[in-house]
């Protein structure tokens, strides 16, 4: 509660930057799961974090500050995917891999399961990606995504185990065909 005093009764130059260092990374990850393309993501940021300047006034406590500031990236970046511009434009729907070389086998195949895994995380229905990755990497309550995503939370609890179960099928289907 004092965050939310602190950034409600005065948002100066330093308060801001603070605000930025503390969660522009994670609301950076969260936009490009949501578009899943890069410069898009950071244009949306931006724009988060202007309206978050503009309107942290309007910031009643009732969440995280966290929360407040994923519900605002999801509502731009749902904006940005109903627009004309997107819906004209084709897009790949892949995600290149980095390359680099392991300094051992182990760290090589485990990025390749890493990698592995999020390809099947990304290809999930929207619905189900989102819930999993708010809830294992921003570590969100159930409480707290259905807040942001205005369900309830047993919907949340219902999408998350459907989620994770889809992740383990495809999982255990790459294993027997050696995909994976």
């Known amino acids: 509660m004092e965050k939310y005093l602190q950034y409600a009764s005065k948002m100066d130059d330093h308060a801001f930057r603070e605000l930025m260092n503390e969660y522009g990374q994670e609301v950076w990850n969260y936009a490009y799961f949501l578009i899943r393309r890069f410069d898009a993501a950071d244009d949306h940021v931006q724009e988060v974090f202007i309206r978050v300047y503009q309107n942290i006034g309007s910031f009643r406590g009732e969440s995280s500050i966290k929360t407040w500031l994923f519900a605002i990236t999801r509502?731009?970046?749902?904006?940005y995917k109903?627009?004309?511009?997107?819906r004209k434009v084709t897009l790949t729907d892949w995600i290149g891999r980095r390359?680099?070389?392991?300094?051992a086998e182990k760290e090589a195949l485990d990025q390749i399961l890493t990698d592995d895994l999020w390809k099947i995380v990304l290809d999930l229905p929207d619905k189900y990606r989102e819930v999993l990755v708010l809830d294992a990497r921003y570590g969100l309550s159930n409480k707290e995504i259905a807040g942001l995503l205005k369900i309830s939370e047993g919907t949340v609890k219902s999408r998350l185990?459907?989620?994770r179960n889809k992740v383990n099928e495809q999982m255990k289907e790459g294993i027997k065909y050696g995909i994976i």
């Open 161 to 163: 185990h459907r989620a």
């Open 99 to 103: 390359e680099s070389s392991p300094s």
């Open 82 to 86: 109903r627009s004309a511009f997107i």
């Open 75 to 79: 509502n731009l970046a749902f904006n």
